[in-house]
């Protein structure tokens, strides 16, 4: 199949937007008051996910996957997904009814909160390459940046966590971005772990953090792949002492040198899921 | 090197951004009064170029032509460029120089069009892969769409043609997209062939094309690659008679089947460079 004939499998879709798939470029008209945020993020056979042998996930997993990178991210901003573009190269082994699943597992997704498919390309790989460009908008000046967090402020986690292996299918947590904007002072995901996310918060606020307790692990997860593991998509997040927060305390932000992090006052090392320096991992 | 380490070298710049680099997202704080375009491309090597054997090109060069697809869709639409995020997928080849090329080449290109990075994401496969988005602007609702031919319009191409063999730099028609915006009818690039993006743009406005003239060829092309090679990055557009416009007069547009194509009174077959069909030609 040609390009055209394959694109023309995913259903089409224009909410929100001036112009959709089928020009040389989408057209979004923002909203007066509103800024726009911007993530893309990869999703690699044999990096990322397994499509074939053990430890292998079906098409519409992988699709799934692949919009949740995006969306969580879009989270962790406090931003509504609005619109996306999906890059997506085939490799020799795919079929239609893969490409078929892949899109119905990532359209699914999308379409759960309102993010509209605008655009993409097609190529081909010797292994399927995935790259999704997620766009949010948040009311002018409320976006939740990680460079906020504050000495005395108490520090969130959205849920438990423990890694991709064990919540095979993480759910964006768009419904707690919604509820922390405006009232959190600093947010992120957590893509590559409990310890190391923290740690980047911390070093782009210039403060310390202390863990008062063990974080929620995920039901079958150690505490070690909750602190290190990655692809939680969890968020976490600071607010003010005294403001009524969802989600689970894990401990306080303080005054020291900036990225260092304690669990029950013990050092915790920033080690965590680094795409780029783990091939042999997943 | 890891992910971190590797995108310390590529410098840092915020022009027109509220938060660039290094949160979960970017963020970007629409004017009034402008619509924003989006678009994507791949760039793959062995697909797109070749980086090592027969034909290879440098990383500058490779940079350079990654980010130069991406700008020629924004012309296309009429748009001025405004941010673009790039995803880098590395192959075991590479090496640190090699990116540090690659970047300099593509953000060499996009600085001259003041389009500044604002995010992306790293990663590695057994060739390299890079996914460039683009985002543009426009006045409201003065974008250059592929659907606005009228019958009786003239139809231009704004240089010569011949594919990327006889013009491995293609320069972005951004200067043109500047001139031509709020007088053509409709517009974009000649990424696939004259004959196949002209037969979509007559397709798209639902009329037909009478060329009068053969186009224009690349010093050392031949008419066939000026009608059917890929990746010549000049914007084919029209515009009402007696409206003064830049570039070469090729024809008319004119009542017909819709995507019909005629050149000095023969029909012109609308094959092109279909990236997926041809994983022969480089």
């Given at each position: 199949m040609n390009e055209a004939s394959l694109l023309a499998r995913v259903p089409a879709s224009r909410r929100g937007l001036v112009l959709g798939i089928g020009d040389d470029a989408a057209i979004y008209r923002p909203k007066a008051d509103e800024d726009l945020t911007f993530t893309t993020d990869l999703f690699i056979e044999n990096v990322h996910f397994r499509a074939r042998g053990p430890g292998a996930i079906s098409a519409e997993q992988a699709g799934y996957r692949a919009m949740a990178r995006s969306l969580s991210d879009a989270a962790a901003m406090g931003a509504r997904p609005r619109f996306c573009l999906v890059s997506l190269s085939l490799a020799p082994w795919t079929t239609v009814r893969w490409f078929d699943g892949f899109y119905r597992g990532l359209l699914g997704l999308a379409d759960r909160y309102g993010c509209t498919l605008a655009g993409g390309d097609l190529s081909h790989t010797p292994q399927v390459v995935c790259d999704v460009m997620v766009c949010g908008s948040v009311p002018k000046g409320k976006a939740l940046r990680r460079d906020g967090a504050r000495v005395g402020d108490v520090l969130y986690v959205s849920g438990s966590l423990g890694?991709?292996?064990?919540?095979?299918?993480?759910?964006?947590?768009l419904d707690v971005a919604r509820k922390i904007l405006g009232r959190a002072t600093a947010a992120m995901d957590v893509s590559d772990g409990l310890a190391l996310d923290l740690h980047r918060m911390c070093l782009a606020s210039g403060v310390a953090a202390r863990l008062d307790v063990t974080p929620p692990v995920l039901r079958g997860a150690t505490l070690e792949e909750a602190l290190h593991a990655g692809e939680d998509y969890e968020l976490l997040y600071t607010a003010p002492k005294g403001v009524r927060m969802p989600g689970h305390r894990l401990g306080t932000i303080e005054k020291g040198p900036p990225g260092r992090i304690t669990l029950l006052g013990k050092p915790l090392s920033p080690h965590g899921y680094d795409h780029f320096e783990s091939r042999a991992r997943s």
């Open positions: 890694g991709w292996r064990h919540r095979p299918m993480p759910v964006p947590r």
